[in-house]
Structure formats: C-alpha cells, structure tokens
Nanobody
Framework: QVQLAESGGGLVQAGGSLRLSCAASGPTFSSYAMGWFRQAPGKEREFVAAMRWNGGSTYYADSVKGRFTISRDNAKNTMYLQMNSLKPEDTAVYYC????????????????WGQGTQVTVSS
C-alpha cells in the first residue's frame, strides 16, 4: 500500500515561485515513476510533469515547460515540483501520483494519488 501526501501549496502573486513536495510511504518508492497533475475548477485533471524511477527521464506539459522542474530524492521518499514564473492560469489543485504503467502522460497510468494541495496565483 502506498500513501502520498502533498504539501507546499499556497497563494502567490504572478511571477512568483512555489515548491511542492510529495512524501510517499512504502519501501519501494525508488522503483517506480511518479507524476504531478493538476485540476482547476470546472476542468478535467491534467498532466503537469513526470519522472522515471531513477530521475533519468523527465516529462512536462507544454504549458509548464521551462517554468516547472520535477525532481525526486529517493533517500527521502519525496518528489518535488519547483514552480517558477507562475501565472494565474496555473491556479489549481495539484496532485502527485504513483505510476503503474508506461504512458506517464495519461491519468489511467497511475494507481495511487495524494489528496492534493491548492495553488492559487493572483494577477
């Protein structure tokens, strides 16, 4: 059983930065890929970023490429999302998730989800 807990959300002005953390329970964190998704009010949950188990490959949505950076510390069972140059359209609840299968862009590829953390970017 895997449990995921996000933290680090908050209110920030446009152009500001936040770093989200995702703490995972379980002894095998280092063996699976992880991802970040977000869901804005009235919209579907969408892919933000993902990373393979060893950090060797990273993937980003076009809307965040160059502004967000995903990373992980397997020794701490923690994944991060550094978000810079935030825009009002980044406002959403951000979720971390553990991947089950290969297509890291797809929601169906993930089998465990955190409860989410709210990020609000004011203009």
């Amino acid at each position: 059983q895997v449990q995921l807990a996000e933290s680090g959300g908050g209110l920030v002005q446009a152009g500001g930065s936040l770093r989200l953390s995702c703490a995972a329970s379980g002894p095998t964190f280092s063996s699976y890929a992880m991802g970040w998704f977000r869901q804005a009010p009235g919209k579907e949950r969408e892919f933000v970023a993902a990373m393979r188990w060893n950090g060797g490959s990273t993937y980003y949505a076009d809307s965040v490429k160059g502004r967000f950076t995903i990373s992980r510390d397997n020794a701490k069972n923690t994944m991060y999302l550094q978000m810079n140059s935030l825009k009002p359209e980044d406002t959403a609840v951000y979720y971390c998730a553990k991947a089950l299968r290969g297509n890291l862009y797809a929601l169906v590829s993930y089998d465990y989800w955190g409860q989410g953390t709210q990020v609000t970017v004011s203009s």
